[in-house]
C-alpha cells in the first residue's frame, strides 16, 4: 500500500500522476478488429491510500477510510441524517488532504487535535460505527475544488441562523467561505448560552488582552458601540472606550461564538450566545436540518461553499 504524496505535489495528481486522477477519463476508440481486453476496475480510493497521522504523540499509518470514519466519529453526531454525514465526509477528506499538502506537520499529514486538524476516535457502538463507515464509503474519493485546487474546507457546530465570512473571523476574503443563512438550528445543544461574570473578572479579563480599556467605575459605562459583521457577529466593540475585535473578545472570554450580547448590572455582565465555533464555512446542524428537509449532499455542500465542485479522485490498477 502505497502513501499519497500531496502537494506541492498535488497539481500532479490532478493532471498527470497515471494511478491517482480526477474520473472521469474517455476511453480510447476501440479497433473493431482486435479484441479488447477487459478494463481493470477503478480501485476505491480511501481504501488504498494511507495517511500519516499524528496521534497521542506519535505518527500512526492509517487508510483515508480508517482515519476518516474515526473522524466522523469524533466530529459529527453519527444518528444524522445520511446526506449530513455524506456531506461531513466530503468535507472532512478534503480538509485532511488540504492540511497534507501544507506540511504542518514535520513527518506527519495531519493530526487528531480538534484546534490543529480535526478530531478522531476509534470509539463507537457497531450502529455508530456501520453508519459513519457507510457515509465514508459512499462518498470515495470525493473532493471539494475551487479554480482546480483543494479548498479550506473549515467547519463547525452550528450557527446563529447565518455563517460567518473569513474575512471577519482572519482577514482573509476567500470567494467559497462567505456569510451565507444557515437556518433550522435551533434545536443545537450549543445553539444559546449564557456566561455570567463578575465586574472584577470581566475587568481582568479584558485589561489582559487591551490595557488601554478603562473599566473603572460602574460597569452600566463600560460597553460602548458595537459593530457587528454580515454573520451576526461582533466585528469590533468598544469597552472602556478602547476598540477590541470580537474574536479577540470571544477568546478572552472563553465563549463559544462572537455573536454576543450583554446584560449590565451592578455585580457583573451576562453575555449571552448564539451558534458555536467560528461560523465559517460548513455548519454541522446546518446539513442535519438541510439535509432533514430534503436537500442531498451536494446541495448542502454547494450552499455551505459555493462556486466550488465535487471532483472524484480515482486509484486505478496498475495494468491501465
Known amino acids: 500500500m502505497k502513501r499519497l504524496i500531496i502537494v506541492p505535489l498535488f497539481v500532479i495528481l490532478l493532471c498527470c500522476a497515471p494511478f491517482l486522477l480526477f474520473a472521469e477519463e474517455k476511453p480510447a476508440p476501440a479497433v473493431a478488429s482486435a479484441p479488447q481486453p477487459e478494463p481493470a476496475a477503478d480501485m476505491p480510493f480511501d481504501a488504498q491510500v494511507t495517511l500519516r497521522v499524528l496521534k497521542d504523540g506519535s505518527v500512526q499509518e492509517m487508510t483515508v477510510e480508517d482515519y476518516l470514519v474515526g473522524t466522523l466519529l ?24 488540504r492540511k497534507a499538502e501544507s506540511g504542518k506537520h514535520t513527518g506527519a499529514d495531519v493530526c487528531t487535535s480538534y484546534a490543529c486538524c480535526q478530531g478522531w476516535t476509534a470509539d463507537g457502538t457497531a450502529s455508530d460505527i456501520a453508519r459513519v463507515t457507510q457515509a465514508v464509503r459512499d462518498t470515495d474519493g470525493l473532493i471539494l475544488t475551487y479554480d482546480g485546487t483543494l479548498i479550506d474546507a473549515t467547519f463547525f457546530s452550528c450557527t446563529n441562523g447565518r455563517t460567518e465570512s473569513a474575512l471577519a473571523v482572519w482577514g ?4 467559497y467561505l462567505q456569510s451565507v443563512d444557515s437556518p433550522g438550528e435551533e434545536d443545537a445543544p450549543r445553539y444559546a448560552d449564557k456566561v455570567v461574570f463578575s465586574a472584577d473578572e470581566f475587568a481582568d479579563r479584558i485589561t489582559a488582552i487591551c490595557p488601554d480599556a478603562n473599566l473603572s467605575g460602574s ?12 454573520g451576526g457577529g461582533i466585528g469590533t466593540v468598544f469597552l472602556g472606550g478602547a476598540a477590541i475585535k470580537g474574536t479577540a473578545l470571544r477568546s478572552a472570554l472563553g465563549v463559544r461564538s462572537t455573536d454576543m450580547d450583554f446584560t449590565v448590572t451592578e455585580d457583573g455582565i451576562t453575555v449571552t450566545t448564539h451558534g458555536f465555533g467560528h461560523r465559517v464555512g460548513f455548519s454541522q446542524y446546518g446539513a442535519k ?3 432533514e428537509e430534503g436537500s442531498d449532499f451536494q446541495t448542502i455542500l454547494a450552499h455551505y461553499y459555493p462556486g466550488t465542485e465535487i471532483k472524484k479522485l480515482l486509484r486505478r490498477t496498475a495494468e491501465q
Open 172 to 175: 482573509s476574503d476567500i470567494p
Open 219 to 230: 460597569p452600566a459605562n463600560w460597553i460602548g458601540s458595537i459593530e457587528r459583521t454580515e
Open 289 to 291: 436540518a438541510m439535509a
Open 74 to 97: 469524533a466530529e459529527m453526531p453519527a444518528d444524522f441524517p445520511a446526506e449530513a454525514l455524506r456531506a461531513q465526509a466530503i468535507a472532512s477528506r478534503t480538509f485532511a488532504l
